[in-house]
Nanobody, 114 residues
Framework: QVQLVESGGGLVQAGESLRLSCAAS????????MGWYRQAPGKQRELVAG???????NYADSVKGRFTISRDNAKNTVYLQMNSLKPEDTAVYYC????????WGQGTQVTVSS
């Protein structure tokens, strides 16, 4: 059973930064695309950022210029650096393949106060 374990969330004030990590129980070396998703209360899960095996990235318009996704294939880990956080970034953040193919992890809560 593949496991994805997200960590790094927390409570921060607007304008601050967080770095999320996602550790996979399998090698991500051959996975062509990984992504970070988020789900805010009462809303559908949405894709925030994606990264290819070659390092090409794409972002939702709402986070472009503030978030940076990266991957360390040797550590089977995907990261999400989040800067200039806004209250509307408050959500549970998850990682998965893109499109998602593995069971969802427990996610990590990010709460941004104004």
């Amino acid at each position: 059973q593949v496991q994805l374990v997200e960590s790094g969330g927390g409570l921060v004030q607007a304008g601050e930064s967080l770095r999320l990590s996602c550790a996979a129980s399998v090698s991500i070396f051959s996975i062509s695309r990984m992504g970070w998703y988020r789900q805010a209360p009462g809303k559908q899960r949405e894709l925030v950022a994606g990264i290819t095996a070659g390092g090409s990235t794409n972002y939702a318009d709402s986070v472009k210029g503030r978030f940076t996704i990266s991957r360390d294939n040797a550590k089977n880990t995907v990261y999400l650096q989040m800067n200039s956080l806004k209250p509307e970034d408050t959500a549970v953040y998850y990682c998965n393949t893109l499109p998602y193919a593995y069971p969802w992890g427990q996610g990590t809560q990010v709460t941004v106060s104004s």
